[in-house]
């Protein structure tokens, strides 16, 4: 079945220093890809469209230049956090739109320090 | 402004009964929806989906009842066994629109006791 690669599963950075998160459709091509942001107990909030070989669509309230997502081939989209900051600690997860569904990655646990 | 709302934030079941889960939306223009199975650290789980087309949709110990007149849709686990304990979001997208991106509840902790 479709499967999506999400990596790393979990990191530590440093205040200031950014992070670069992946994510892969390994048996599909995805054309679209989402990113979500969960808090604890909440829901997943969606914090951008990547599409292909196009910019990134954000959602309101969401900062491009501190987000930079990337979809640079039909089987990967990149989210880089710059600068991070500890509010930016949170559980970050990939969704790759199929032609029937939709696949998540695992997420990546950020904590900044 | 939330659009899908899962009002009950956890449930608790006996081994065997059946799960009923509840997800109510405000966006009419949303005409497909989703639930997902979710355990702490890791991505969604696709579980089950329904179109605005039909009302029922039904696999294998999982059923979705989609009632659009309220706007309300509801799954059904049965039977509920303890694997089954785990967050369920209720997720809804227009189809045609928007990327199709999935609009998500908050969620429901489901814990279904031995």
């Known amino acids: 079945g479709a499967v999506v690669s999400q990596h790393p599963s979990r990191v530590i950075c440093k205040s200031g220093t950014s992070v670069k998160i992946e994510c892969r459709s390994l048996d599909f091509q995805a054309t679209t890809m989402f990113w979500y942001r969960q808090f604890p107990k909440q829901s997943l909030m969606l914090m951008a469209t990547?599409?292909?070989?196009?910019?990134?669509?954000?959602e309101q309230g969401v900062e491009k230049d501190k987000f930079l997502i990337n979809h640079a081939s039909l089987t990967l989209s990149t989210l880089t956090v710059t600068s991070a900051h500890p509010e930016d600690s949170s559980f970050y997860i990939c969704s790759a739109r199929r032609t029937y569904g939709y696949t998540f990655g695992s997420g990546t646990r950020l904590t900044v320090v | 402004d939330q659009q899908v709302k899962q009002n009950s934030p956890s449930l608790s079941v006996q081994e065997g009964r059946i799960s009923i889960l509840n997800c109510d939306y405000t966006?009419?223009?949303?005409?497909?929806f989703l639930w997902y199975k979710k355990y702490p650290a890791e991505g969604p789980t696709f579980l089950i989906s329904i179109s605005s087309i039909k009302d029922k949709n039904e696999d294998g110990r999982f059923t979705v009842f989609l009632n659009k007149s309220a706007k309300h849709l509801s799954l059904h686990i049965v039977p509920s066994q303890p694997g089954d304990s785990a967050v369920y979001f209720c997720?809804?997208?227009?189809?045609?629109?928007?990327?199709?991106?999935?609009?998500f509840g908050k969620g429901t902790l489901l814990t279904v006791n031995p």
């Open positions: 990547s599409n292909e070989g196009s910019k990134a669509t954000y």
């Open positions: 997720a809804a997208s227009q189809r045609g629109g928007s990327n199709y991106k999935l609009t």
């Open positions: 966006n009419s223009m949303f005409d497909y």
